[in-house]
């Protein structure tokens, strides 16, 4: 069974950086895509970026130029880095992977950007 644990969250000032990362349990991290969302404070939960086992990676429009997604499948860890944040990225971050058709999250991090 495969768990997520999300990290790197916190406050930071527009304009700023951070790198979220993602620490998936098991084997099986290597051969699933893994997706990152984020859910705003009174909206819906929104995919943010994907990025399949083989490096193809997609992005929202709102965060095309700012965040990047990557993983390294020898630590079993995806990351999303961050840059050139603004206020209306301010949402939880969760991590996702789908595995045999069931969907896995982890428990979500928070990012605040606020002066």
């Known amino acids: 069974q495969v768990q997520l644990v999300e990290s790197g969250g916190g406050l930071v000032q527009p304009g700023g950086s951070l790198r979220l990362s993602c620490a998936a349990s098991g084997t099986i991290f290597s051969i699933v895509t893994m997706n990152w969302y984020r859910q705003a404070p009174g909206k819906q939960r929104e995919l943010v970026a994907t990025?399949?086992?083989?490096?193809?990676?997609n992005y929202a429009d709102s965060v095309k130029g700012r965040l990047t997604i990557s993983r390294d499948n020898r630590k079993n860890t995806g990351y999303l880095q961050m840059n050139s944040l603004k206020p209306e990225d301010t949402a939880v971050y969760y991590c996702?992977?789908?595995?045999?058709?069931?969907?896995?999250w982890g428990q979500g991090t928070l990012v605040t950007v606020s002066s």
């Open positions: 996702n992977v789908n595995v045999v058709g069931v969907e896995v």
């Open positions: 990025i399949t086992n083989g490096g193809n990676t």
